[in-house]
Nanobody, 119 residues
Framework: QVQLVESGGGLAQPGGSLRLSCAAS???????????MGWYRQAPGKQRELVAS?????????NYAEFVKGRFTISRDNARNTVYLQMNSLEPEDTAVYYC????????WGQGTQVTVSS
């Protein structure tokens, strides 16, 4: 089992920045089999969509949705089993609930954190 705890959501103005964090914890077996973490988002009335992902623990291959390339950066701290999402140049269209995701034999999800971009 893996538990994911997100933090860092909130309100930002257009053009502003926010940083999301997601810390994973759980059984040694599950953590050792965790080979990918990432962020998804879901806006009202829309399907959940991938924002960015990163492989773990080695390599650190990243994958971004087209709509965040050049604005968002995903990174990780392997020692803390934590993944971050730095979001810059935020747009109102980025408003959504952001969910942390981890793959360790199966998918695990965090509870979600609200990001609102508005002036």
């Amino acid at each position: 089992q893996v538990q994911l705890v997100e933090s860092g959501g909130g309100l930002a103005q257009p053009g502003g920045s926010l940083r999301l964090s997601c810390a994973a914890s759980g059984s040694i077996f599950s953590i050792n089999h965790m080979n990918r973490m990432g962020w998804y988002r879901q806006a009202p009335g829309k399907q959940r969509e991938l924002v960015a992902s990163i492989t773990m623990p080695g390599g650190g291959t990243t994958n971004y949705a087209e709509f965040v390339k050049g604005r968002f950066t995903i990174s990780r701290d392997n020692a803390r089993n934590t993944v971050y999402l730095q979001m810059n140049s935020l747009e109102p269209e980025d408003t959504a609930v952001y969910y942390c995701n981890a793959w360790a034999i199966r998918d695990y999800w965090g509870q979600g954190t609200q990001v609102t971009v508005s002036s």
